[in-house]
């Protein structure tokens, strides 16, 4: 059983469509991290959110965290070929990091 | 950008055959880390480092051994790969605490036939 359930796991879309990506648990997390992984490439960090209820924005992405803090959302408006990758999430838990499996995201031009 | 660094890319051996993969960082950071991943599962952490001559067992267990001898060199080592071995094994170094930014190599793939 994975501790932070991501859907969907697979999406693929049209270039300028927008997209949602979800992040869900039952445990409480001190903080959340999203991260991309491109092809070939190692994961790198997006944001981190902290606060239940915030919302970070970068550029066309949208973060938020729940007020609960359990669950997170990603939501890219204009989607473009670029944003194409894996995007994972990862909730910290005292010392711990957790990592979900993650979203594959197509964005077809 | 991240300055860590993981050799091989790419690795095709026969089982049996004694494998280290490397992995070093310039950052100065004291915290590394080895992640396998797989396709459509999370991230397991299999072995951590707080530092020089600090090395631990992580959440999934792995028959690969680590060692920690310089801050910036955190090689993995399998005495005898076997098919079950092969994954995506994935570098990691932070600073500050264990839940703080990951900075990732880009991967070493080890197929074993």
């Known amino acids: 059983t994975q501790l932070l359930e991501q859907s969907p796991q697979f999406l693929s879309i049209q270039e300028g469509e927008n997209l949602t990506v979800y992040c869900n648990s039952s445990?409480?997390?001190?903080?959340l991290q999203w991260y991309r992984q491109e092809p070939g490439e190692g994961p790198v960090l997006l944001v981190t959110v902290v606060t239940g209820g915030e919302v970070k924005k970068l550029k066309r992405l949208t973060f938020q965290f729940g007020d609960a803090r359990k669950d997170s959302s990603l939501h890219i408006t204009a989607a473009q070929p670029g944003d194409t990758g894996l995007y994972l999430c990862a909730g910290a838990n005292g010392y711990k990091l957790s990592f979900g499996a993650g979203t594959t995201v197509t964005v077809r031009a | 950008e991240a300055d860590i660094y993981q050799t091989p890319r790419y690795l095709v051996i026969g089982t049996g055959k004694k494998i280290t993969l490397e992995c070093s960082q310039t950052m100065g950071h004291d915290k590394m880390y080895w992640y396998q991943q797989d396709p459509g599962m999370e991230l397991h952490l299999i072995h951590y480092?707080?530092?020089?001559?600090?090395?631990e067992k992580g959440d999934l267990s792995s028959e690969s051994t680590v060692s920690r001898i310089r801050t910036e060199h955190f090689p993995l080592t399998l005495e005898s790969a076997r098919p079950s071995h092969t994954s995506q094994y994935l570098c990691a170094s932070s600073e500050g605490g264990f839940t703080g930014e990951l900075f990732f190599g880009e991967g070493s793939r080890l197929t074993v036939l």
């Open positions: 480092s707080y530092g020089v001559n600090s090395t």
């Open positions: 445990s409480v997390f001190s903080s």
